[in-house]
């Protein structure tokens, strides 16, 4: 375990995020004490690089906006050999992460998935949505997944440099890109999905949940 943890890059996306994401960098740290934490910050203005550097974490500021923009710079900027990327909000409960990281290996995307239960911290339409989002890549991609679009994944170095989406598709596109280089992609049920802890979601669920559909039918209509 602590030879893999050696060979992880944490990636954790923020913006305005100052009540979770010294909860999250140390819950990483429990129970991957050698990884490389980096916190991609997209010009926060409550504080929050300060504590992410406070906490020990490699701090990159973006001045691009965009969920995939900041995953694609810490990307560029990581030396582990596998990227995990997770939220920095306190939602995921990363417990039972070294099941995660058990699963690594240069052909295997492993998803935290969320739909085991009614997750606390998420609200009815992005219950659904998700549903539907999850649904829509299973029947189009022919991969029994529940949580397509759930924000922890960890995967091989080699496919986060294929990634070229700056928005939320990003999440898709990760799996996207894992079955067009034949890799496996494997759920492992994470012990809940908490309220976060303060700050607002930059979710928007119509605009975002209709560009990863359309992204998804794009990518199977067109190769």
């Given amino acids: 375990m602590k030879e893999i943890g050696a060979r992880i890059s944490v990636i954790i996306p923020t913006l305005n995020e100052a009540n979770g994401v010294a909860h999250v960098i140390r819950e990483v740290r429990r129970?991957?004490?050698?990884?490389?934490?980096?916190?991609?910050?997209?010009?926060?203005?409550?504080?929050?690089?300060?504590?992410?550097?406070?906490?020990?974490?490699?701090?990159?500021?973006?001045?691009?906006?965009?969920?995939?923009?900041?995953?694609?710079?810490?990307?560029?900027?990581?030396?582990?050999?596998?990227?995990?990327?997770?939220?920095?909000?306190?939602?995921?409960?990363?417990s039972n992460l070294e099941e995660l990281v058990k699963c690594a290996d240069q052909n295997t995307v492993v998803v935290g998935c969320r739909f085991h239960s009614k997750p606390a911290g998420m609200g009815f339409v992005n219950f659904v949505g998700n549903f539907l989002l999850s649904l829509l890549f299973r029947v189009l991609w022919f991969?029994?997944?529940?949580?397509?679009?759930?924000?922890?994944?960890?995967?091989?170095?080699?496919?986060?440099?294929?990634?070229?989406?700056?928005?939320?598709?990003?999440?898709?596109?990760?799996?996207?890109?894992?079955?067009?280089?034949?890799?496996?992609?494997?759920?492992?049920?994470?012990?809940?999905?908490?309220?976060?802890?303060?700050?607002?979601?930059?979710l928007n669920p119509l605009r975002d949940g209709v560009r990863i559909a359309l992204f998804v039918l794009k990518q199977r209509l067109t190769r």
């Fill in 31 to 94: 129970a991957l004490p050698c990884s490389e934490i980096i916190v991609v910050d997209g010009d926060s203005s409550d504080g929050t690089p300060d504590i992410a550097k406070r906490e020990g974490a490699k701090l990159i500021t973006v001045t691009k906006r965009g969920y995939g923009a900041a995953i694609k710079e810490g990307i560029r900027k990581s030396s582990g050999e596998f990227l995990l990327i997770v939220d920095g909000d306190g939602t995921y409960d990363l």
């Fill in 143 to 202: 991969v029994p997944i529940k949580d397509s679009q759930s924000g922890l994944k960890l995967f091989p170095k080699k496919l986060g440099l294929t990634l070229s989406q700056d928005g939320m598709e990003i999440s898709t596109e990760i799996l996207v890109n894992a079955k067009r280089n034949f890799l496996r992609i494997k759920e492992v049920q994470i012990p809940s999905y908490r309220k976060r802890l303060g700050g607002s979601s930059k």
